[in-house]
Nanobody
Framework: VQLQASGGGLVQPGGSLRLSCAAS????????IGWFRQAPGKEREWVSC????????YYADSVKGRFTVSGDNSKSTLYLQMNNLKPEDTGVYYC????????????????WGQGTQVTVSS
C-alpha cells in the first residue's frame, strides 16, 4: 500500500486548492481513506475521511462546509477540494488509508503517505 499526496501550495485567504492522493497497491473500494493535517507546533488532527464503498464521508467541524472529499476509483485517487481557505488551515496535509469495515469520525490511519504543504497567507 502506497499513498502519494500532492497539490499543496501557497494561497491567499479565501482562496481554493485541491489536494490529490494517489493510491497504489489497493483500490479505493477496499480501504477507507482520508486526510489529516499538522500545523507547526501542533498535534496532527483529522480533517476528513471517505469510503467509496457507499460514498459516505465525514468532516471535522473546523472544515465542514468548506472542504469536500471525493474519490475516483478508476484513478485510485482521493481528492480534497478546499474552498474559502483560512490562515488556520495552514499545515502539512497527509492522506491515510484504514483497514476497517465501516467509516466513522474515529478514522485512524493504518497506512500513511508523505505530506503536502498548504500555506494560507496574504
Amino acid at each position: 500500500v502506497q499513498l502519494q499526496a500532492s497539490g499543496g501550495g501557497l494561497v491567499q485567504p479565501g482562496g481554493s486548492l485541491r489536494l490529490s492522493c494517489a493510491a497504489s497497491g489497493f483500490t479505493l473500494d477496499v480501504l477507507n481513506i482520508g486526510w489529516f493535517r499538522q500545523a507547526p507546533g501542533k498535534e496532527r488532527e483529522w480533517v476528513s475521511c471517505f469510503s467509496s464503498m457507499d460514498s459516505s464521508s465525514y468532516y471535522a467541524d473546523s472544515v465542514k462546509g468548506r472542504f469536500t472529499v471525493s474519490g475516483d476509483n478508476s484513478k485510485s485517487t482521493l481528492y480534497l477540494q478546499m474552498n474559502n481557505l483560512k490562515p488556520e488551515d495552514t499545515g502539512v496535509y497527509y492522506c491515510a488509508a484504514q483497514n476497517h469495515p465501516y467509516l466513522s469520525t474515529g478514522f485512524t490511519g493504518d497506512y500513511w503517505g508523505q505530506g503536502t504543504q498548504v500555506t494560507v497567507s496574504s
